[in-house]
Nanobody, 119 residues
Framework: QVQLVESGGGLVQAGGSLRLSCAAS????????MAWYRQAPGKQRELVAI???????NYAESVKGRFTISRDNAEKTVYLQMNSLKPEDTGDYYC?????????????WGQGTQVTVSS
């Protein structure tokens, strides 16, 4: 069973930075696609950034150039470096692990960490 534990959220002023971490358990991390999602109050959860098992990354347009996703397979940890934060980045940030499988992939979610950006 996979467990994901996020950390690093908090309150920061606009223009500041935060680094989120997500520590995973289990043996499938290296094969998994990892992602960060966020959910602002009253809005649907949205994909923020993704990193594949091969290290390819992709970002939501709203965070391109400001956020960087990375992974450390040895530590089974995925990171989200968030710079130049804006009030609209406020929300609960969730780590997601997608494990390839047959007949279908399996997804796991962390409990979330709150990010609040004040103006």
């Amino acid at each position: 069973q996979v467990q994901l534990v996020e950390s690093g959220g908090g309150l920061v002023q606009a223009g500041g930075s935060l680094r989120l971490s997500c520590a995973a358990s289990g043996s499938s991390f290296r094969l998994s696609t990892m992602a960060w999602y966020r959910q602002a109050p009253g809005k649907q959860r949205e994909l923020v950034a993704i990193v594949t098992s091969g290290g390819s990354t992709n970002y939501a347009e709203s965070v391109k150039g400001r956020f960087t996703i990375s992974r450390d397979n040895a530590e089974k940890t995925v990171y989200l470096q968030m710079n130049s934060l804006k009030p609209e980045d406020t929300g609960d940030y969730y780590c997601n692990q997608e494990v390839p499988g047959w007949p279908k992939k399996v997804e796991y979610w962390g409990q979330g960490t709150q990010v609040t950006v004040s103006s």
